[in-house]
């Protein structure tokens, strides 16, 4: 289940090592580490606060918001207060551990992640965060692919078969957008994605109002055969094991923080960096929030991986759904691609850059290259559950928390001993979700005790 979730959330990896060449073109030149203070982060930014916000929230909620009621109805469900702790939780952890990433920034003036990387600890170990961003934009690709087919053979009623619709998609539009130099022309894409959460958000809350889908006047009752009352399956407290595959799906809901560097040089008021965290992380938990219980209350137990595709088929409204789902994915999958493929380059650079000094066509080739490897693995492999969650419980759980919580220990940006004790927890928490999260995805897939 926690695979699912990598639809939208990893649309946050648009920065530094994961940012398009154009758009580390027009980074600016970062200060020396050790400037003066006035100087430091100096990079004179023009985004205001409120914008600043709206922005980052777009690029925290994703798609996989839709997977978060069948995270919470896993196992026998775990009960509303919980469900809402775990929530509250992982968004005031991921707000603390974005504004250091801020705070590092505003020390060693770093224009991107991999400066800030290197900043802190050395160049000749940036090859790990070119790992972990390949790992986890490259997981991102292949779950894209696979949704993309079952999401466009579904609207064609059976007429378009899977693999003929991955591959179709690979062809037009993803590989001409993947082959551009600027991506410039998807700059609203992100506006797209958020216009397609925001209906499928409301159709999921409207449905659960408005009792569509529930007994005994269920309009679409036949839906839920076998599933029973879902508001009867509700509980207010209880704990399970399918609870740790809900902790286990929010350790990356928040996922952003390769963004944080960018965001902080364009933001106009640099001291408002945290109180901008701290509105946008809050209001994407309530999002998720109203998602998850709209969803859960809606269909209890039965609720599906992908919530949509519990909704019935001449549901008009799941209809419109699934292309706004369709739409976003599209306009997304680019940009997610060309963080892997950028991340791929810089880790086999030694191999790649002869290449392009041999020949600047090589580009578009070993692009389409990279490309063929995600298409081919999401015809392949249908359930590819495994290795995606297992990236993204682990690698996630790196880029989220413990990284910048190395930032705050190694730039010593704690204010105060206490806070420096804080720092160290945050990491070790971190570590501890990594593992956390990978026993999870083991057990979930190899296992039925989480079932």
Known sequence: ????????????????????????????????????????????????????????????????????????????????????????????????????????????????????????????????????????????????????????????????????????????????????????????????????????AYVVVKRAVDGTYGAPAARFGSWLAGAGDPLAQVSSTRLC????????????????????????????????????????????????????????????????????SNYDGSDPLALVTRVATLVSLLSSHPLLFTSFRDATFSLFKATVDPLLAKNPANWNWLTLLLLAVPTSLAIVLPDVGFVVSLMGASLGAGLIIVIPGLFGTSLGLANSAVEARVMKLVTYFGVGIGIFGTVVTCLETYTDLLN
């Open 241 to 308: 094991v399918g609870t740790c595959v809900l902790f286990n799906m929010l350790s990356t809901a928040f996922m952003c923080h390769t963004n944080a560097v960018r965001a902080y040089n364009e933001l106009e008021r640099k001291d408002r960096h945290a109180a901008v965290a701290l509105k946008a992380f809050g209001l994407a938990a309530l999002l998720y929030g109203a998602v998850m219980l709209a969803g859960y209350a809606t269909f209890g137990g039965a609720c599906k991986g992908l919530i949509l």
């Open 1 to 200: 289940m926690a695979r699912l979730l990598l639809l939208g959330l990893l649309c946050a990896v648009a920065d530094g090592r994961l940012a398009p060449p154009s758009s580390r073109s027009l980074a600016p030149a970062p200060t020396k580490r050790g400037a003066p203070l006035g100087t430091r982060g100096g990079v004179a930014g023009t985004m205001s606060e409120g914008a600043a916000t709206v922005s980052l929230f777009k690029t925290i909620v994703g798609g996989g918001i839709l997977a978060l009621p069948a995270g919470m109805a896993a196992g026998t469900g775990t009960g509303v207060a919980p469900a809402v702790a775990i929530v509250a939780l992982h968004a005031a952890l991921s707000a603390y551990t974005y504004s250091l990433v801020g705070r590092a920034v505003a020390k060693t003036g770093a224009a991107n992640f991999g400066e800030l990387w290197d900043a802190c600890f050395s160049p000749k170990t940036s090859w790990v965060i070119d790992v972990m961003i390949m790992g986890v934009a490259g997981g991102a690709c292949l779950t894209y692919g696979c949704f993309l087919g079952d999401l466009l053979a579904q609207l064609s009623g059976g007429a378009v078969g899977r693999t003929a619709a991955i591959v179709g998609l690979a062809c037009f539009p993803i590989a001409p957008l993947a082959l551009l130099k600027n991506l410039s022309a998807l700059k609203h894409s992100s506006m797209a994605g958020l216009a397609a959460i925001a209906v499928s």
